[in-house]
């Protein structure tokens, strides 16, 4: 069960950062990349998990 819990909080970071990022992107007139905007959301995820984990 806490490891379907943690897939779950990880694809809701992906899925938030992707989005952020791409409106972001329309907002500013910027380039969007996918692979990027994933690879933040697993980093922000694991600095979420190991600080939220000390407590």
């Known amino acids: ?3 379907l819990k943690i897939i779950k ?4 970071f992906i899925v938030g950062m992707v989005v952020i990022r791409f409106v972001i992107s ?3 007139k910027t380039e969007f990349s996918f692979l990027y905007s994933a690879i933040i ?3 922000a995820y694991s600095g ?3 600080v939220a984990k000390k407590k």
């Open 1 to 3: 069960m806490a490891k």
């Open 9 to 12: 909080e990880l694809l809701f």
């Open 26 to 28: 329309k907002l500013f």
């Open 41 to 43: 959301g697993i980093a």
């Open 48 to 50: 979420y998990y190991f």
